[in-house]
Nanobody, 114 residues
Framework: QVQLVESGGGLVQPGGSLRLSCAAS????????MAWYRQAPGKQRELVAL???????NYADSVKGRFTISRDNAKNTVYLQMNSLKPEDAAVYYC????????WGQGTQVTVST
């Protein structure tokens, strides 16, 4: 079964940047759209960004202009470049395929704090 492994999270000050990566153990990138979700403590998991098979992108209003999703099909990897981070961006970030066919990974923790 294909597995997703997220990485790149960490502690960053407000205004800083992080680049998240999501690697798939199998080839799902050529057939599926991919998305990043996040879940903060006590909140529901929410869609952050999506990239289609044609590389079209969509973003949550809260991250537009600050986050960029991209994909490298040859590496079976999807990225999330996060700039101008805010404390409210702190969460565990997960990637998934759309439609969802792969179990959630362990996620990667993003902490935005001074």
């Amino acid at each position: 079964q294909v597995q997703l492994v997220e990485s790149g999270g960490g502690l960053v000050q407000p205004g800083g940047s992080l680049r998240l990566s999501c690697a798939a153990s199998g080839n799902i990138f050529n057939t599926n759209a991919m998305a990043w979700y996040r879940q903060a403590p006590g909140k529901q998991r929410e869609l952050v960004a999506l990239i289609g098979r044609d590389d079209s992108t969509n973003y949550a209003d809260s991250v537009k202009g600050r986050f960029t999703i991209s994909r490298d099909n040859a590496k079976n990897t999807v990225y999330l470049q996060m700039n101008s981070l805010k404390p409210e961006d702190a969460a565990v970030y997960y990637c998934t395929d759309i439609p969802k066919s792969v179990p959630w990974g362990q996620g990667t923790q993003v902490t935005v704090s001074t």
